[in-house]
């Protein structure tokens, strides 16, 4: 299949022409999928604010190209407006570039400048509030006076309101507890299940892009050293944590049951697969699977009953507290 967008050979340097010329991106050929999901990891300072800038032509690339459906995005002035628009952005912390006088004006804004008519903006602002959760109420109120959570929320909707075929989010949990993180990736998930559209995730917890991604894209030191599936780029346990990004704590687990001699799969990265996996392996039975180098052995499996002990989605959902959030 075609790239929705991608980078050729994309060089960023900052200060290029000064003594503090510092090159953030080298040579990155990076590409997404129409409809994919992708996350975009790597530690503090590798360079993913700056790939995902170019992809909507906020920052210029040094050398190489941006494109989108095959053509740069540069080509014209009319072509990157028209790109900016086919390719949400979502700042880190973007609650803080809310600035007009209603949450409805705020979501507003990207729609209008659009072109598009009042109905249409209308329509637009209560289908992205409604897909955020945001009552209705809500829309008449100063965005300052939302939680730290639904200021959030009115971000992403001013975002999802020009309906981009990318939505491009940098950190969009940062600074959330388990509970407000969730309902901001339920909402992703929707938006990339319902319209199709290609989502680009920046995130710094494995766990996230583990649950979330189709597929992952490492970035280390202005480079893309490898990108797969969740299972293949967790195979890259060394490399990762010289990275400084390390793997999924249940990646970790497992990995030390097999050094343990239990024999269970190496590609687990979330809880619910490490539930499979436990339940496989005790189906097998001890002996097989050398499941009581673990612990003691007081029954057989097959009179066991096995309770688990993780929440559907994640370890670190127990905790959650829907008011704690906002
Ligand atoms: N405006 C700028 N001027 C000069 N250097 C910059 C600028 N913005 C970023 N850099 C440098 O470019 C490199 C890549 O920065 P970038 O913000 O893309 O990293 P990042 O992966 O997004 O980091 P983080 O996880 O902290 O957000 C870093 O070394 C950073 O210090
Ligand atoms: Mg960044």
Known sequence: MDAIIETKELTHLYSAGTPFAHTALQGVDFSAQPGEYLAIIGRTGSGKSTLIQHLNGLLKPTSGQVLFEGTDIFESKERTRQVRCQVGL?????????????VYQDIAFGPKNMGLDPDEVDRRVRQSARFVGLEAGVLEKSPFDLSGGQKRRVAIAGVIAMEPRVLVLDEPTA???????????????TYHEEKNACVILVSHSMEEVAREAQRLVVIHR???????????????????????LGVPAMTRVFARLRALGVDVPASVY???QAREAVLAALHRGPRKTGLWLCGERKKEPADMEFSAPFAENGMEQASSDEKGAE
Do not use: C, K
């Open 90 to 102: 979502v700042f880190q912390y973007p609650e803080y570039q809310l600035f007009e006088e209603t």
């Open 175 to 189: 600074g959330l507890d388990p509970s407000g993180s969730a309902r901001i990736l339920d909402n992703i998930r």
């Open 270 to 272: 979330t809880v619910p």
């Open 222 to 244: 202005g480079t893309i050293p490898f990108s797969g599936p969740p299972s293949e780029v967790f195979s890259h346990g060394e490399e990762l944590e010289t990275m400084g």
